[in-house]
T-cell receptor, first 114, second 116 residues
Framework: AQSVTQPDIHITVSEGASLELRCNYS??????LFWYVQSPGQGLQLLLK??????LVQGIKGFEAEFKRSQSSFNLRKPSVHWSDAAEYFC????????????FGTGTQLKVEL | GAGVSQSPRYKVAKRGQDVALRCDPI?????LFWYQQALGQGPEFLTY????????KSGLPSDRFFAERPEGSVSTLKIQRTQQEDSAVYLC??????????????FGPGTRLTVL
C-alpha cells in the first residue's frame, strides 16, 4: 500500500546534540517530498522540500534532509539542536503527475532536554 | 503580509449540531485545501479548490461534510449533524499557484472542534 512512514513517534535529544528524524515512503514513483514542523497552537511550517537534483536539501532553521532513492527515504537532520526546536515534525509527499494533496506521516514528537 | 487565518479557533458542539468553519487564505492564492488532523495523527486531506471550483473532494469522510468557496477566496467547511468522531483539528492551507503541486502550501493555525 502507498504510505509515508515515520517510525519514531517520540525522540528526546539533549540541546546541542545532533538530530535525525526518519521518513520512508512507499510509492511506485518518487513523489515530491516535504518536511513540516508544527509547534503547539501554530500552523504547519514548511522546513524544506525535494523535487529533483541534488539529493541533499537545505532548509530553514538549520535543517537539512537527504533523499536516498535506494532506501526510499528522506531523513531530516540538524547538526546541533536548540531548545526551540521542540515540536512535532511531519514528513509528507505529493504524488508526481498531477496530484495536489499532501499525504502526511504520523509525525515525530521531538523533546529537547536542556 | 497576513497569513492564512481560520475562525473560530475553538468550537465545541453537541452531537447532532451543525458547525461552520471559516478559512481566509492568503490574498491572491488560487488553491485552497482543507485537512483534518485527529489527535496524535498527521493531517489528512479532505478537499481542494482551485479558485471557486472544487476539483477534489475525495477525502470528505461522509456526505455530512460540505465545503464551498463561492468567490474564490474565503472558504467554509460545514459539518452537519456532528458526531464524536468528527472531533479533530481542521486545517486550511492555501497555495499561490493553481497547478504546480510542488509549490508550498501555507497553513493556518487550525480550528479545534470538540463534539460532546
Amino acid at each position: 500500500a502507498q504510505s509515508v512512514t515515520q517510525p519514531d513517534i517520540h525522540i528526546t535529544v539533549s540541546e546541542g546534540a545532533s538530530l535525525e528524524l526518519r521518513c520512508n515512503y512507499s510509492y511506485g514513483a518518487t513523489p515530491y517530498l516535504f518536511w513540516y514542523v508544527q509547534s503547539p497552537g501554530q500552523g504547519l511550517q514548511l522546513l524544506l522540500k525535494y523535487f529533483s537534483g541534488d539529493t541533499l536539501v537545505q532548509g530553514i532553521k538549520g535543517f537539512e534532509a537527504e533523499f536516498k532513492r535506494s532506501q526510499s527515504s528522506f531523513n531530516l537532520r540538524k547538526p546541533s539542536v536548540h531548545w526551540s526546536d521542540a515540536a512535532e515534525y511531519f514528513c509528507a509527499v505529493i504524488l508526481t503527475g498531477g496530484g495536489n494533496k499532501l499525504t502526511f506521516g504520523t509525525g515525530t514528537q521531538l523533546k529537547v532536554e536542556l | 503580509g497576513a497569513g492564512v487565518s481560520q475562525s473560530p479557533r475553538y468550537k465545541v458542539a453537541k452531537r447532532g449540531q451543525d458547525v461552520a468553519l471559516r478559512c481566509d487564505p492568503i490574498s491572491g492564492h488560487v488553491s485552497l485545501f482543507w485537512y483534518q488532523q485527529a489527535l496524535g495523527q498527521g493531517p489528512e486531506f479532505l478537499t481542494y479548490f482551485q479558485n471557486e471550483a472544487q476539483l477534489d473532494k475525495s477525502g470528505l469522510p461522509s456526505d455530512r461534510f460540505f465545503a464551498e468557496r463561492p468567490e474564490g477566496s474565503v472558504s467554509t467547511l460545514k459539518i452537519q449533524r456532528t458526531q464524536q468522531e468528527d472531533s479533530a483539528v481542521y486545517l486550511c492551507a492555501s497555495r499561490q499557484s493553481g497547478s504546480s503541486s510542488y509549490n508550498e502550501q501555507f497553513f493556518g493555525p487550525g480550528t479545534r472542534l470538540t463534539v460532546l
